[in-house]
């Protein structure tokens, strides 16, 4: 859910974009854990810094194995309108099954997927997967932000950079970051993953 601070940044931004006269989208970025405890996943993080440097307020959200899904989506922000979620082999099934509740819940909602696993195995993800709308390849935030500024003006993906839909006909590039480009990851899970014992930092090379 939004912390206080969350919701008083996405209150100043919807007022902000009432006076201009637009409607700001909220994402949600979603990571299915194999873990019992807070991990931060970077990946996310970095999407969700990216998009609020352009205004666009995101929320960081976290489904452990314990959690149940239709109790987890009712936690999930009502004016979410994409959700994202960062894909591995590892949960799949448990991608799978939460984006269905979720299409349940907010039946107008756009979704999509990125990551390693998403990347490579696109189009078999495309075809086990129906209610997802499309797959980020590569590094996530310049392709997430463009994705969501086409979607908001109603315009086709086909043509979008490193965004694989069922209607593409070309090849996509998966996409790359220049790191010094970008924002510091945000650390919404840093405190509570430290609080609850984690004192380790795992390192593990992977962009998209």
């Not at 922000?77 to 819940?105: A, M, Q």
């Not at 696109?122 to 997967?129: A, F, I, Q």
């Amino acid at each position: 859910m939004l912390c206080e601070e969350q919701k008083r940044f996405h209150s100043l931004l919807c007022l902000e974009a009432q006076r201009k006269g637009m409607v700001l989208p909220m994402v949600s970025l979603i990571y299915v854990s194999d873990y019992m405890k807070t991990v931060e996943h970077l990946g996310t993080a970095s999407i969700k810094a990216y998009l609020e440097t352009k205004a666009i307020p995101t929320s960081l959200h976290t489904v452990y194995e314990k959690d149940d899904l239709a109790s987890f989506v009712l936690t999930l922000p009502y004016d979410s309108h994409y959700f994202g979620f960062p894909l591995f082999h590892s949960n799949t099934k448990r991608v799978y099954e939460l984006i269905k509740i979720i299409k349940k819940h907010f039946p107008k909602s756009i979704i999509f997927v990125g990551g390693p696993f998403a990347t490579l195995a696109s189009e078999k993800v495309l075809n086990d997967c129906l209610d997802i709308d499309f797959i980020v390849l590569g590094d996530g935030e310049l392709p997430t932000y463009n994705a969501i500024q086409l979607c908001e003006k109603n315009s086709t993906l086909e043509g979008a950079d490193s965004i694989l839909t069922r209607c593409d006909q070309n090849k996509k590039v998966p996409g790359v970051v220049n790191l010094k480009e970008i924002s510091w990851p945000a650390r919404d899970y840093l405190e509570k993953s430290i609080s609850e014992g984690n004192r380790n930092a795992k390192i593990y090379a992977s962009r998209g």
